[in-house]
């Protein structure tokens, strides 16, 4: 009797030192906002993004200014011509201010479109990066410590040098 005591004993103990062992994770933290701000390929899409809102912009600019100029002159012959040709002109800057508008949405949309297609092979780099070297350095869980992201680090390993190094930066 006294040995089946024993051995459930034995048996507690181990069963609930393995369980406490299971229960240690090792955790790390890395800031991915400034790795991926590190990349070198976030350097040349944050180029060609730039490049295409100044060409967005460029062109919106000339339809402004077409526009601003029309509503000058037909505003200056407005008293020299019949009210049907001051209708007709009416309808057609008012035409022109929607087609504006219309190309302002479009031109966001596309930049965000590009922005996205842009973003994913990098995020996804990265992403790739940082789970080599978690499971290189034997680490159960990286957290996103990025400023704003709910996560507060006193303590553990900061990952973002040695993904830097996996990633060549």
């Given at each position: 009797?006294k040995?089946?005591?024993t051995?459930l004993?034995a ?6 030192g ?19 701000a ?29 526009y ?30 929607q ?45 996103d ?6 996560v507060?680090m006193s ?15």
């Amino acid at each position: 009797m006294k040995q089946i005591k024993t051995l459930l004993l034995a048996i507690a103990l181990f069963i609930g030192g393995t369980s406490v062992m299971q229960g240690q994770s090792k955790v790390a933290h890395i800031n991915t906002q400034d790795l991926i701000a590190a990349m070198p390929d976030m350097k040349v899409a944050q180029s060609e993004l730039d490049k295409l809102g100044k060409t967005y912009e460029a062109d919106i600019k000339a339809m402004v200014t077409e526009y601003q100029n029309k509503m000058k002159l037909y505003e200056a012959e407005a008293t020299s011509k019949t009210d049907e040709e001051n209708e007709k002109r009416l309808v057609e800057v008012q035409t022109m201010q929607q087609n504006i508008q219309q190309f302002q949405g479009t031109a966001q949309q596309e930049m965000q479109k590009k922005e996205i297609d842009l973003l994913k092979p990098i995020t996804e780099k990265a992403k790739a990066a940082i789970l080599k070297v978690a499971r290189a350095q034997g680490y159960d869980y990286v957290l996103d410590s990025t400023q704003g992201g709910g996560v507060i680090m006193s303590d553990g390993k900061d990952l973002l040098e040695d993904v830097k190094t996996e990633l060549g930066i």
